[in-house]
């Protein structure tokens, strides 16, 4: 009973986290999508842990917590991989604005360069 | 540069992606039927010569790195509107589906409030919605009227103007995320204490692209509009206080300019 107790409270504070984490906009929407999905499934499940063991049997899983943690490390691994992707497309961003910013610079010293020869 | 008594300066806002083949047109109509009146073209790290087309129908050309979308553009927008001393900023699309005809109107109600949406009618022209995409559309305007204290059909229309209150708030605030340009932006403006009217509207159909209409596109579009509407409500904006400061600084910053 107190190990439910425990997941209860324990999903309960994820979710708050979530949505504090949102109210204060520190969260884009896309990711808040995910996560919010995440914490109101863990949720469910503590509330009802007879869907796990159902849901193991109908996948023929022996142990329901190894359905679980095999759910878990796939969403693990997307999580990581989309993040992978984020990140090279920020680097790519990232390096664009170097270049623009390269170009804008030397373009900005010959326009500064004409104009003193323009008034000297 | 334009200097239009309602509204002060006003600078047209026109985000543009990949629209090669309609931006020309659409600033050269701008400029015909609003003349003297500037016209930015913010190009959303388009890949085709949107930027060339801009600037050869008399265009100033924003260009961003890369894409941004729609409210990053247009953030980008109201930021220069700020910086180079305009007071009033309205969105026009590159599509041509808003007619620069109709900015006038939104201008002159702009003595009442400080952001104006063009709403489109549905049944007296060409466009129209139904389905899911319909239903978030009505509960959405009946959420932010409520908000607002002040009847709004169309929360999701692109087309609006900016007054000198709004102009500050947006350029610091205006939100980048899916469907927060419209929805978002709305609920930002009234916490900073602006006031929002609309005035109708006459949309034309897009010279190019296609609505969407297809069943999931608009389940998914429920849901989105549903979420960016909730997301809206409780998010902390802190704006009222910032307003107050940036109106000061605002002014000044545009006197500054040379």
């Known amino acids: ?120 | 540069m334009g200097r239009q008594p309602p509204g002060g300066r006003v600078l047209i806002i026109v985000p543009a992606w990949n629209e090669e083949r309609c931006v020309g047109d659409t600033v050269r109509e701008i400029r015909a039927a609003l003349p003297g009146v500037d016209v930015l073209v913010v190009d959303d790290g388009s890949s085709d010569e949107t930027v060339r087309n801009a600037r050869e129908a008399g265009a100033i050309v924003l260009e961003l790195s890369y894409n941004l979308g729609v409210g990053g553009a247009m953030r980008a927008g109201f930021r220069y509107a700020l910086r180079h001393g305009y007071d009033t900023a309205v969105q026009v699309d590159a599509d041509g589906q808003h007619d620069p005809h109709e900015v006038p109107r939104l201008l002159a109600k702009l003595d009442e409030a400080d952001v104006v949406i063009g709403a489109r009618f549905d049944g007296d022209d060409d466009y129209r919605v139904r389905g899911p995409r319909k239903w978030a559309m009505v509960v959405l305007a009946k959420v932010i009227s409520g908000l607002a204290r002040t009847p709004l059909t169309d929360t999701t229309s692109g087309f609006k103007a900016t007054g000198p209150r709004a102009l500050p708030v947006f350029a610091q605030y205006y939100p980048v995320e899916y469907l927060g340009d419209t929805i978002e932006s709305l609920v930002i403006a009234v916490r900073a204490g602006c006031r929002v009217a609309q005035v109708p509207a006459r949309m034309r159909p897009r010279s190019d692209g296609r609505p969407s209409h297809r069943p999931l596109k608009a389940g998914i579009y429920l849901f989105r509009a549903g979420f960016a509407l909730l997301l809206a409500l409780v998010r902390r904006w802190d704006v009222s206080v910032d307003a107050a400061a940036l109106e000061a600084a605002g002014p000044a910053e545009g006197g500054a300019k040379p």
């Open chain 1, 1 to 120: 009973m107190s190990s439910y107790l425990v997941g209860l409270v324990g999903s309960l504070l994820v979710l708050a986290g979530i949505f504090e984490l949102l109210r204060r906009r520190q969260l884009s929407e896309k990711y808040a999508v995910l996560w919010l999905v995440v914490g109101v499934v863990v949720l469910v499940l503590t509330i009802f842990p007879n869907l796990l063991t159902a849901l193991s049997r109908a996948t023929g899983v022996a142990l329901p917590v190894n359905l679980l943690f095999f759910v878990a490390i796939i969403f693990l691994v997307c999580v990581a991989l989309h993040l992978s992707w984020e990140l090279s497309r920020v680097e790519n961003e990232t390096r664009k604005l170097a270049e623009d910013l390269a170009i804008l610079r030397l373009e900005l010293d010959e326009h500064k360069r004409q104009g003193r020869h323009d008034h000297g």
